[in-house]
Nanobody, 125 residues
Framework: EVQLVESGGGLVQAGGSLRLSCSFSGFAYGHDGIGWVRQAPGKERDGVSCINTKDGSAYYAPSMKGRFTISRDNAKNTVYLQMNSLKPEDTAVYYC??????????????????WGQGTQVTVSS
């Protein structure tokens, strides 16, 4: 059973930074593409970034490129999202998501097969 467990969310002032972590396990058919999706209050889910864990290639939503950095530590089975220069509009629940069968990202918001429970990020002005 695939498990994705997020951590690292919290309350931060505008201009601050947070690092989210996604610990993953249970991929019976291998894994590659893992990423982050966020959902702001009253809005639909929106892709943030996706990384191919095998070669480290990454994709970003245009509005987040330059402020957010996705990375992975395969030894720890963990994907990270470093978020800098946070803005109040970054306030959302951030979900870790993954593709099945070792599929690669291909884009910053692929059709994910697995989802974590989410972690709240709140940016105060």
């Amino acid at each position: 059973e695939v498990q994705l467990v997020e951590s690292g969310g919290g309350l931060v002032q505008a201009g601050g930074s947070l690092r989210l972590s996604c610990s993953f396990s249970g991929f019976a058919y291998g894994h590659d593409g893992i990423g982050w999706v966020r959902q702001a209050p009253g809005k639909e889910r929106d892709g943030v970034s996706c990384i191919n864990t095998k070669d480290g290639s990454a994709y970003y939503a245009p509005s987040m490129k330059g402020r957010f950095t996705i990375s992975r530590d395969n030894a720890k089975n963990t994907v990270y999202l470093q978020m800098n220069s946070l803005k109040p509009e970054d306030t959302a629940v951030y979900y870790c998501a993954a593709l099945n069968f070792g599929w690669q990202c291909g884009a910053y918001y692929p059709m994910y097969d697995f989802w974590g429970q989410g972690t709240q990020v709140t940016v105060s002005s």
